[in-house]
């Protein structure tokens, strides 16, 4: 069913006119977003068709069991991939409101931000970059595993704005402030900043919009106090044990923290052409995550089990390039990858209804062995790897 072409034309003026009222002179305006492949755009904006299609892929699907941190751990109160995203949406969209950005856009970007992390978090990231230099074929960072997912493998066709947020999310690289990239935003320097990550010449390119520079704060201020209150909950430190600092300049709880961090920020950004921190709040920052890397993210108990991932991850490799290869349909790799995706996108694309029609089966087979890897949740990753050696399971300590 469609609506009139009357009542859409009606409905997409009123929505060019409420940007026009409530956005100020940094946002980003829907109506300059513009896709790789043209389409016909109805009455809801570009970014808000983009959030869907991200909410409604099967990598979004996959967060519910992909590791935040505590891949060591098995409970049901510290927070996967799922519920990271949803914080930071919500932070991100609460902070555009205050800057007078776009918070579809701003939406759209935090749901697909990690969609390209690989199981077990960002070790799993580092095992899975080190064979996919062995092979030849670059290395794998998530930033740039979120936009392949999306565009590559499930064809989403998102916008280049969302696109640009997501390959520049990167909350790791704690900046106190930052500027939208000089760059023009094109789809020629997208593809050329997607390269450059392969190449390990670029790790964290800058957004070249405010509502991409905002993601990235929000996300650390998702995580990076949530991570401490997550591993209380596990009784492996407590808000007691963080620096002097930091409790100072930010607070004592979780809720705290988060709130001196949302609040600096308006107080420092609000009407600037860039989003910032205090030079005391952005040192505080700095301290946490110090803090954070020390006790929670080097913790002994997580680096243990590295080395039975790493000899699983070279298993699982070994054996789905040999199945791709020889093109042993019944595989997990064509069943639960190459045959899923397809199928989700002929049901928008009719015409690509076999897999020499879908573009991305083209690629070499370490890129598509690399996808399958990266794809898989931990539950999916232990399932196939322990199937093939069952000694490769390593005892989780549980926590409820």
Known sequence: MQLLPDLVNRLKRENQEKEKKNFGPYAYFSDKAQRKVKEINGYRSYFTRDADRINH????????DKTQVFFWLQSDIHQKRMLHV??????????????????????AIALGHDIGHVPFGHDGEELLTKITEQKGIGQYHHNFGSVWFLQEVEMQNLTLPVLDGILGHNGENHQGKLY???????????EHDLENLKLGKIKDPVPKTMEGILVRFADTISYISRDVMDAQHLGILSFKDIPESVKIQLGKSNREIINSLITDLIQNSIDQPYISYSEATNAALQDL??????????HPDK?????????AMHLLWDHYYDDLINERLDSKIFKDHLFLNLNQIRTRRPEIN?????????QPPEIIVRDFIAGMTDQFFWSLSSSLDPTLEFERKIVY
């Open 180 to 190: 939208p990239a000089s760059t023009e935003l094109t789809w020629t320097h997208l």
């Open 354 to 362: 076999s897999l020499e029609k879908y573009p991305y089966y083209k």
């Open 289 to 298: 995550y110090k803090f954070n890397l020390n006790h929670i993210y080097l």
């Open 57 to 64: 892929s099967l990598s979004f699907a996959r967060y519910f």
């Open 303 to 311: 680096l243990q089990p590295l080395p039975t991932i790493d000899k």
């Open 86 to 107: 949803q914080l930071v949406s919500k932070i991100a969209r609460e902070l555009a409101e205050v800057f007078k950005l776009n918070t579809s856009l701003v939406e």
